[in-house]
């Protein structure tokens, strides 16, 4: 960010930078999976996880508003190593992410234009290659995240609002490929209800907003009214979406990698212009999406090196681009092991590889949320006398009631995407395994990362992080 953009993004923009930042078009098919129930669950999940969000997100933004945003919060609350530990979970997640998020643009390359016979040894290097494009690109290109929020967002609503456009006039032509009843709308453990971990995923990523700092205009006016805005805008566009793919696919037919090819395929017709268009556009997202979030993580990942909490090559930045080339490396690296693991554990199945991968890297992403929502109530306790310009309504009670709420619907997700099938008494170890054991390695390799990072750090003249 330069000095020429201070101030500039007002209500409009943080909107648009929402809308573009939360939306991640893999998780639709995911969504839709759902069924028709999924509509209930969308109802229940806007009334009471969306609406404290939004409040508890307005509050720190407002009361805090650094270039750290979530970190920054955390800092505040719990100290040093506690922050560090959930930009440690941020930043790692984006390299299993990275994997997740080109298994399914290859995927995309294999259903719509090699018929889905995309073989293992072909997808896999094609996997690597793209990692590897994104991280040179990340560290070549800083200013790139905000022409790929721009390119992104139209992308996305474009998709968005044709899916849906074309779900209907396909229903209207042809019959709704899906029966909408009280029993079909009712959630129950044999509707995919493991899936209601995606929704939450879907709405959360609001605060992202806040690490804009300086560039924000009028944060304590603008801020609310953005993301109440952006909020009610992602919830449209992924209940529009699911509803558009429902009206044209069974809920059976639903794959997880292809679903938006296979919902404009019928309507506009198999191999067409408009449904390689789709497909082209959706690629260009996912390319976009994975360009903007690595580029935060690591960044953030950089600055808690360069403070000791983290090892001193992760604090490099490039000398000419002043990219944390260092992190971007690391992150790279992270995602070309992690792919090789789960495409091997999946034997070359892109839906199931996708799912997979994308259950880890937001585990890991949404237990830092944990420390988040805990620290909105700290902070309300320890530090009640910082004016706070929006404050969320009612009282402690209500900030109380709030905060547990977030706690509970995020420990939900966190379940429910290491165990979809629970509900129903059953565990996939195929599934749940790699992910449990996954997240003690990387947690376990964590806290020994950061506490010798500290040490080195200490032992070379640096200030002793609080013990947290």
Avoid at 75 to 84: D, E, H, L, N, V
Avoid at 233 to 258: E, H, K, R, T
Avoid at 320 to 345: D, E, H, K, M, W
Wanted: aromatic share 12%; hydrophobic share 50%.
């Amino acid at each position: 960010m330069t000095d020429d953009i201070q101030g500039k993004m007002g209500t409009g923009k943080i909107t648009f930078f929402c809308i573009c930042a939360v939306i991640v078009l893999g998780t639709l098919t995911a969504s839709a999976s759902l069924g028709p129930s999924g509509l209930v669950l969308w109802a229940i999940a806007v009334i009471f996880f969306v609406i404290p969000n939004m409040m508890i997100t307005s509050e720190l933004g407002t009361t805090y508003p650094a270039e750290g945003g979530i970190y920054d919060w955390i800092r505040r609350a719990f100290g040093k190593r506690m922050s560090t530990r959930a930009v440690y979970l941020y930043w790692i997640s984006n390299g299993i992410w990275m994997g997740a998020n080109y298994i399914l643009l290859t995927g995309l390359i294999s259903s719509g234009f090699m018929g889905g016979k995309m073989p293992l040894w072909l997808q896999l290097p094609l996997v690597i290659a793209l990692i590897w494009l994104t991280v040179a690109f990340i560290c070549y290109k800083v200013s790139v995240g905000v022409w790929a929020t721009v390119g992104g967002a139209t992308c996305k609503i474009l998709i968005m609002s044709t899916v849906g456009i074309g779900g209907f006039w396909y229903a209207s032509k042809y019959g709704v490929a899906n029966e909408f009843t009280l029993e079909t709308l009712t959630p129950s453990a044999d509707s995919g209800i493991g899936f209601f971990s995606a929704i939450i995923y879907n709405v959360t990523g609001f605060e992202l907003v806040a690490c804009m700092g300086k560039v924000l205009k009028d944060p304590a006016k603008t801020m609310p009214k953005a993301i109440l805005f952006s909020s009610l805008s992602v919830v449209a566009l992924y209940v529009f979406g699911s509803l558009g793919i429902l009206m044209a696919i069974p809920v059976g037919q639903i794959n997880l990698v292809s679903g938006i090819a296979d919902a404009v395929s019928p309507i506009f017709g198999q191999g067409s212009f408009i449904v390689m268009l789709i497909l082209v556009l959706f690629m260009l997202t996912i390319l976009g999406d994975q360009i903007t979030w690595s580029m935060a993580p690591s960044r953030a990942a950089a600055e808690a090196a360069r403070g000791g909490s983290l090892p001193a090559f992760i604090g490099k930045w490039h000398p000419r681009y002043q990219s944390p080339y260092g992190a971007n490396i690391v992150l790279g690296c992270i995602g070309t092991v992690v792919s090789i693991i789960y495409s091997f554990f999946a034997a070359g199945n892109a839906a199931d590889t996708f799912w997979s991968l994308f259950s880890f890297s937001s585990t890991c992403i949404i237990s830092s949320y944990l420390l988040y929502y805990s620290a909105f109530m700290k902070l309300r306790l320890a530090d009640p006398d910082t004016t706070r310009p929006y404050k969320v309504p009612g009282g402690r009670l209500m900030a109380w009631g709030c905060t547990l709420i977030c706690l509970l619907f995020i420990s939900i997700c966190i379940t429910l995407f290491i165990f979809p099938q629970i509900l129903s008494g059953k565990v996939n170890l195929n599934h749940s395994g790699p992910i449990v054991v996954g997240m003690i390695l990387i947690l376990i390799i964590g806290e020994i990362i950061i506490r010798r990072s500290e040490k080195s750090y200490l032992l070379a003249g640096g200030d002793k992080p609080p013990a947290s």
